[in-house]
């Protein structure tokens, strides 16, 4: 799927759902705003993000030398994923049990406004044994053009199941200095792009109950509940009815 704003590589459906889990206060910010915010990649939490400016480059004189690579140092970018209520993603991203997750098609990154050179590429994991045959991976895979080495990711992570939206903002040529913007802000129309809300599982209902009345105020159109994934629901899903026998010796 390709498009003038947006390139998707190649293991993406189209109808893919996707999930973005993240704290209150950033759900908060995109109701409000109607924006997504992408943050620079270099700022992430993981110091491994962009493994090639770890290997140092042959200039050709016998003396290797690290250097940045001006296209990472620009690149800005947002962690979506597969796993739908997933207990790791809810520990991770929401340790005060107040934290969202929202839902999206892959489709619907076509219409974020004012994308330019991006990328949504799911992320090909990778361990140090075999960093040079996944790295030549996405070299040859036209659909990694504008992510390359941002689309890799150590096996660690893996259970993340990741999908990356990234922009290059050397792109947007009006910018004065793009090295030195930590975050920027991209036009959504909310009702159109989230197609879920979910809150924490852990919530207390007074919690979920004041945060659907918030996104009723805000028109939100989607459905918006709380997380099942602790309810004791077993008996009502498998009808199965536990039974006692005696055992004749």
């Known amino acids: 799927m390709n498009s003038e704003r947006i390139v998707y590589s190649d293991n993406i459906n189209v109808h893919d759902r996707l999930f973005r889990?993240?704290?209150?206060?950033?759900?908060?910010?995109?109701?409000?705003?109607q924006k997504l915010y992408l943050r620079k990649v270099k700022l992430w939490d993981d110091p491994w993000e962009a493994p090639d400016d770890q290997l140092p480059l042959d200039r050709g004189d016998g003396n290797l030398v690290f250097t940045e690579s001006l296209i990472t140092s620009s690149m800005i970018g947002q962690c979506w994923t597969y796993e739908k209520d997933s207990d790791a993603m809810w520990r991770i991203y929401s340790p005060d049990r107040q934290g969202v997750m929202i839902e999206t098609t892959?489709?619907?990154?076509?219409?974020?406004?004012?994308?330019?050179?991006?990328?949504?590429?799911?992320?090909?994991?990778?361990?140090?044994?075999?960093?040079?045959?996944?790295?030549?991976?996405?070299?040859?895979?036209?659909?990694?053009?504008?992510?390359?080495?941002?689309?890799?990711?150590?096996?660690?992570?893996?259970h993340e199941n990741e999908?990356?939206?990234?922009?290059?903002?050397?792109?947007?040529?009006?910018?004065?200095?793009?090295?030195?913007?930590?975050?920027?802000?991209?036009?959504?129309?909310?009702?159109?792009?989230?197609?879920?809300?979910?809150?924490?599982?852990?919530?207390?209902d007074w919690f979920v109950d004041t945060m659907k009345k918030y996104c009723m105020s805000k028109?939100?159109?989607?459905?918006?509940?709380?997380?099942?994934?602790?309810?004791?629901?077993?008996?009502?899903?498998?009808?199965?009815?536990?039974?006692y026998e005696l055992v004749k010796k």
């Open 21 to 33: 889990y993240m704290p209150l206060a950033q759900f908060i910010s995109i109701i409000e705003n």
């Open 106 to 158: 892959a489709n619907n990154f076509s219409l974020i406004q004012d994308l330019r050179h991006a990328s949504l590429a799911k992320v090909i994991y990778y361990n140090k044994g075999n960093y040079r045959e996944k790295r030549y991976e996405v070299s040859q895979n036209r659909s990694y053009i504008h992510a390359g080495d941002l689309a890799l990711k150590r096996e660690a992570f893996k």
């Open 163 to 204: 999908v990356r939206l990234l922009v290059c903002l050397q792109a947007y040529h009006e910018l004065e200095n793009p090295w030195d913007i930590s975050a920027m802000g991209f036009d959504i129309d909310i009702n159109q792009f989230i197609l879920s809300v979910t809150f924490d599982p852990r919530a207390d």
């Open 219 to 243: 028109q939100l159109s989607c459905h918006v509940e709380k997380s099942i994934l602790y309810t004791k629901d077993l008996f009502e899903s498998t009808k199965l009815i536990r039974k």
